[in-house]
């Protein structure tokens, strides 16, 4: 495997000026769907690049994607990236080193054409989308720490991690209609929640609001249905990756979730940020993940690393706290997720089941080994028994409201180019 292609070389530089340590530099062209100004109001396709966007209709309407892909304007000229995910692989690469060409140093050819002006835009102008029309939701259950974790504090006087753990990429389906974009306010969900020494239930706001730190992986169109995708496949139908915040109320959660999983607790509201960071992207980050034992099953095996170096940080800020002073709560890798994302969508389609373009396929919450490495609430303050105490004084069991939560992940490694993902956030707002 080669750590670096011509989009990737950290050597490669852009004639737009591009900060140093930007999330966005030439080697990273994450997708994203944007309107840019108070009075545009037409979505557009634009890739990011340092501090600028680039419009990718505006691009293609000249003509200078045709030779990557045909009829390359009606797809960027599509209110979301679903047409793009729908051309598959080689096509994505393809419109991939045509863009990083384009924005290399030396080249000419957007000056030349006369589109510089109109096809780069500021991103601080911009207001931002759904990357893509979500096809179906699925969200696994990927880290053995924070599957341990929870089986501790659910299940005390039991084996933390059930019998299947190890052998299945556990997972269940969400709601493709509540996954939202960075920055929408969070509405305190209703639900029916039982106290443990009560005799019924009650219905009324979650008193156990959490959040959930997970990386999710935006597909393409996968086989017919019927045909299974192995592990090594599953790589080429997997298009790139965004942060996901899938909020969680634990007490609903509690409640509802024996016999068949977690229902109205989990579906109010996913959270992703706006930039899908491409496969190709993240190569250079790719790395072995933790060993499995006992072995996985034979269409479950993968020949080649199969996770990434990715780190993730969340951060809290209260409605009595200056929006700068907002606190680091946990810092935690994806490089140790027992399952890997291909691993994933291999299960997923081992029935037959069809994958398809737009499908967002989130890895469960994040978390390692140590306190302060933990992906949610309900670990870093154990269900509410060690609370969190921020810098200003205030104490959290779970979120309240007023809390805002952003979640950030990047990729370094020496001799690479910092690659971000930027971020996504949202504000709790009470229930109605």
């Known amino acids: 495997m080669r750590a670096f292609d011509s989009t990737t070389d950290p050597a490669l530089r852009s004639w737009l000026d591009v900060a140093p340590g930007s999330d966005f530099p030439i080697q990273n062209l994450p997708f994203g769907v944007f309107v840019h100004g108070a009075r545009d109001v037409a979505p557009r396709l634009g890739v990011a690049i340092g501090d600028k966007i680039l419009d990718l209709s505006a691009v293609a309407h000249a003509g200078l994607l045709d030779d990557a892909m045909p009829e390359a304007f009606a797809v960027f000229a599509a209110p979301s990236l679903n047409r793009l995910l729908a051309r598959g692989r080689a096509p994505w690469?393809?419109?991939r080193e045509r863009l990083s060409a384009l924005l290399s140093a030396g080249n000419r050819e957007l000056h030349d054409a006369g589109v510089s002006e109109r096809a780069i835009v500021e991103r601080a102008g911009a207001r931002y989308l759904l990357p893509f029309e979500v096809a179906d939701y699925v969200d696994f259950y990927s880290s053995r720490e924070h599957a341990t974790n929870l089986g501790k504090?659910?299940?005390?006087?039991?084996?933390?991690?059930?019998?299947?753990?190890?052998?299945?990429?556990i997972g269940y389906h969400g709601r493709a209609g509540t996954v939202v974009i960075s920055d929408t306010p969070i509405v305190r969900p209703n639900g029916q929640r039982k106290a443990p020494d009560a005799t019924e239930p009650a219905f009324g706001p979650t008193r156990m609001l959490d959040f959930e730190l997970e990386l999710g992986f935006v597909t393409g169109n996968g086989p017919a249905l019927g045909s299974p995708l192995g592990v090594a496949a599953s790589r080429d139908v997997i298009f790139g990756a965004v942060i996901v915040n899938d909020w969680s109320a634990r007490?609903?959660?509690?409640?509802?979730?024996?016999?068949?999983?977690?229902f109205l607790g989990k579906s109010f509201a996913t959270s992703v940020s706006p930039w899908v960071v491409t496969l190709d992207a993240l190569a250079p980050f790719r790395v072995e993940g933790p060993a499995q034992s006992p072995p996985a099953l034979e269409y479950l095996r993968a020949a080649e690393p199969r996770?990434?170096?990715i780190a993730l940080a969340v951060e809290l800020v209260s409605a009595k706290m200056d929006a700068k002073s907002a606190q680091t709560i946990s810092r935690t890798n994806a490089r140790g997720l027992y399952w890997s994302v291909a691993q994933q969508l291999a299960h997923l389609a081992s029935n037959g089941a069809t994958v398809r373009a737009g499908d967002l396929c989130a890895?469960?919450?994040?978390?390692?080994?140590?306190?302060?490495?933990?992906?949610?609430m309900i670990e870093l303050t154990w269900r509410g028994a060690r609370p969190l105490q921020l810098a200003n004084g205030e104490m959290r069991a779970f979120l309240e409201d007023g809390d805002a939560v952003t979640m950030r992940a990047s990729c370094d490694r020496a001799g690479a180019a910092h690659i971000g993902f930027g971020s996504v956030s949202g504000r709790i707002l009470p229930a109605p």
């Open 93 to 95: 690469r393809a419109v």
């Open 153 to 169: 504090i659910l299940r005390p006087d039991t084996e933390p991690l059930l019998p299947n753990w190890k052998w299945i990429p």
């Open 251 to 262: 007490d609903i959660q509690g409640w509802e979730y024996v016999p068949l999983g977690p």
């Open 307 to 309: 996770n990434y170096d």
């Open 363 to 376: 890895t469960g919450t994040i978390s390692g080994s140590e306190p302060g490495t933990y992906g949610s």
